[in-house]
């Protein structure tokens, strides 16, 4: 076995060690009654969400822009247990609709144990083409939104000792081909929300902050995107939704999933090269 081998094997070893010792225990019980907003909750990652949140008897308001899609998702979670689910449409490419989301919430449900912010916005898997009104409109919709709902949710998540969380991707980590718009508004918010952690730890704030790290997840979305263009393994929506929970349930700072995206961010930082090279050939691309 060559040296290279033995490092990745040990990091990847230490990795996985690491992350599973230091996971606190998840009790479902806590989110029995618990309030909760969800993002982008009409399909994908969002919709698993709602319907582990309704199993454990939360109380659900959720949005995306698709009114009749949400009220049947809401229905689904009154049967699987939810004690409220709650909708509202809306779009985050608004300048006001992130407010009023978050108004209505805190009207229906009385304050937030947890604020969930999940929804992305459609955009091309494609080289990048030079369209920066896209790019500006994806700021919305994938930033501007996520830091506008965060500040105004935060008065009530710090009188109930809440939870923030935010669904990045290992593209906010990571930069890859095809994804110019998106990996742009993934960095954005780790950067924000980076700088945000800081500053709420400093304050002694009640509010936990976790920023969650996808790799690629089977959403009918993604799927869509990525295939005949890269063959990687894609893991279940429903579980990446349950892991999101309970990073948020236990105040973990980051989430890894699946966990091997951990070593990817960290592979990329000590060979460059070797990732870049791997990166440019994972792609089916004739030029
Ligand atoms: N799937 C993956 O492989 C993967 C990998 C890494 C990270 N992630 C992250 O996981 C999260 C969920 O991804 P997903 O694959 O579940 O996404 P998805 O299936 O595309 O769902 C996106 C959600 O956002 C809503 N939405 C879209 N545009 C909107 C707008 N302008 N205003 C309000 N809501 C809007 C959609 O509903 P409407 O169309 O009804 O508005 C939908 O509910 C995202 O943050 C994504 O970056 C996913
Ligand atoms: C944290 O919560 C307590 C109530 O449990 C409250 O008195 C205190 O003001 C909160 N801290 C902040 C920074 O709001």
């Given at each position: 076995m060559?040296?290279?081998?033995?490092i990745?094997?040990?990091?990847?070893?230490?990795?996985?060690?690491?992350?599973?010792?230091?996971?606190?225990t998840?009790?479902?019980?806590s989110l029995r009654?618990?309030r909760?907003?969800?993002t982008?909750?009409?399909t994908?990652i969002?919709?698993?969400?709602?319907?582990?949140?309704a199993r454990?008897?939360?109380q659900?308001v959720i949005t995306?822009?698709?009114?009749k899609?949400?009220q049947?998702?809401?229905?689904?979670c009154?049967s699987?247990?939810a004690?409220?689910?709650?909708?509202?449409?809306?779009?985050?490419?608004?300048?006001?609709?992130?407010?009023?989301?978050?108004?209505?919430a805190?009207?229906?449900?009385?304050?937030?144990d947890?604020?969930i912010?999940n929804h992305?916005?459609?955009s091309p898997?494609?080289m990048?083409?030079?369209?920066?009104?896209?790019t500006?409109?994806?700021?919305?919709v994938n930033?501007?939104s996520?830091?506008q709902?965060?500040w105004?949710s935060l008065?009530?998540?710090?009188?109930s000792k809440?939870?923030?969380?935010?669904?990045?991707?290992?593209?906010?980590?990571?930069?890859?081909?095809?994804?110019a718009?998106y990996?742009?508004?993934?960095?954005?918010l780790?950067?924000?929300?980076?700088?945000?952690?800081?500053?709420?730890a400093?304050?002694?704030?009640?509010?936990s902050?976790?920023i969650c790290?996808l790799?690629?997840?089977?959403?009918?979305?993604a799927?869509?995107?990525v295939?005949?263009i890269?063959a990687i393994p894609a893991?279940?929506?429903?579980d990446?939704a349950?892991n999101?929970?309970?990073?948020?349930?236990?105040?973990q700072q980051?989430?890894?999933?699946?966990w091997?995206t951990?070593v990817?961010a960290?592979?990329?930082?000590w060979f460059p090269?070797?990732?870049?090279?791997?990166?440019q050939n994972?792609?089916?691309?004739?030029?």
């Amino acid at each position: 076995m060559g040296t290279f081998t033995k490092i990745i094997l040990a990091s990847i070893c230490v990795a996985y060690i690491a992350v599973k010792w230091t996971s606190p225990t998840f009790n479902e019980e806590s989110l029995r009654g618990a309030r909760v907003v969800v993002t982008g909750a009409s399909t994908g990652i969002g919709e698993q969400i709602a319907y582990h949140l309704a199993r454990f008897g939360a109380q659900i308001v959720i949005t995306a822009r698709r009114e009749k899609v949400l009220q049947q998702v809401a229905e689904k979670c009154l049967s699987l247990g939810a004690q409220k689910a709650l909708y509202i449409a809306a779009d985050m490419s608004s300048d006001t609709d992130p407010d009023r989301v978050v108004d209505f919430a805190l009207e229906k449900l009385g304050g937030f144990d947890f604020v969930i912010l999940n929804h992305i916005g459609p955009s091309p898997f494609t080289m990048w083409g030079g369209d920066v009104e896209h790019t500006k409109w994806l700021m919305k919709v994938n930033f501007f939104s996520y830091i506008q709902m965060a500040w105004r949710s935060l008065p009530s998540l710090e009188q109930s000792k809440g939870s923030l969380v935010v669904v990045s991707s290992l593209l906010g980590k990571m930069p890859s081909p095809f994804v110019a718009p998106y990996t742009s508004t993934k960095f954005a918010l780790n950067g924000f929300f980076g700088s945000l952690y800081h500053e709420l730890a400093m304050k002694k704030s009640n509010v936990s902050l976790s920023i969650c790290t996808l790799g690629l997840i089977d959403t009918e979305a993604a799927m869509q995107k990525v295939k005949d263009i890269v063959a990687i393994p894609a893991y279940p929506a429903s579980d990446t939704a349950l892991n999101i929970i309970i990073t948020g349930a236990t105040r973990q700072q980051e989430l890894f999933y699946p966990w091997f995206t951990y070593v990817v961010a960290i592979t990329r930082e000590w060979f460059p090269s070797m990732t870049n090279y791997v990166i440019q050939n994972t792609y089916n691309y004739t030029s």
